[in-house]
């Protein structure tokens, strides 16, 4: 009997164990509530954005422009892992579809927008309405999704730096389930469960476990 018990416990202690490290992590930000954003990415109103408010350098439709203004934002990361990253994104055409994208300490200190370097292009998908689009880099061979291995939990930050003006974005989607399906990552907008803990987090283990979710 006493054995059985054993037996039992051992295998529901395991099983708890694998279950735990199955659990995925995920977060939404607003882009609008970056820790800083550098002119002439600006703050803009629109009523289909999420909380009502999206991030940009302002410009017009089939016109050039960019290459200046971004946004940053500390990021917590929970555990020592592997990140994927999408955005909330709206882009008219092929002159409002790009973001340079840098989340250090995986990518350097590295200023893209004056390096031009591609390892940080995020070609932005297109389209007129409000839509989720992985971040990749949009490198000469083609365009691919990007993941960034941490190893270490701790403080990260993520820059996004305007490339072509008009290029909108939302809200910022960060997950360890690196699937390139939409409908398996599951990007959203923030909910109640990103508002309890800032982006600055304080009890670290308190605000992982809050971020935990069974999936
Ligand atoms: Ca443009
Ligand atoms: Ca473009
Ligand atoms: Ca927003």
């Given at each position: ?65 960019g290459g200046k203004g971004w946004a940053e934002w500390t990021i917590q990361i929970p ?96 997950t360890d389930n690196l699937s390139e399906e939409e409908a398996e990552a ?30």
């Open positions: 009997m006493r054995l059985r018990t054993l037996i039992i416990s051992t295998t529901i202690c395991l099983f708890l164990l694998i279950s735990i490290s199955s659990f995925a992590w995920d977060r939404a930000i607003e882009a609008e509530k970056a820790g800083r954003i550098e002119d002439p990415m600006i703050i803009a109103d629109d009523a289909k954005a999420s909380d009502g408010k999206f991030i940009w350098m302002e410009g017009k439709p089939a016109t050039g422009g555990k020592a892992g592997t990140y994927a990253l999408w955005g909330r994104v709206l882009a008219w055409d092929g002159n409002s579809d790009s973001f340079w994208v840098t989340w250090q300490p995986v990518d350097p200190n590295e200023d893209a927008q004056a390096t031009q370097n591609k390892q940080f292009r995020w070609g932005v998908e297109s389209g007129p309405e409000w839509h989720w689009d992985r971040i990749n880099h949009w490198l000469d061979e083609g365009t691919f999704d990007r993941k960034w291995k941490f190893n270490q939990a701790g403080k990260t930050t993520l820059r996004i730096a305007v490339r072509e003006d008009a290029t909108m974005l939302d809200v910022i989607f960060i599951k990007p959203r907008t923030p909910n109640a469960s990103d508002a309890d803990v800032p982006v600055e987090v304080k009890g670290k283990l308190t605000s992982t476990w809050a971020q935990i979710k069974n999936r």
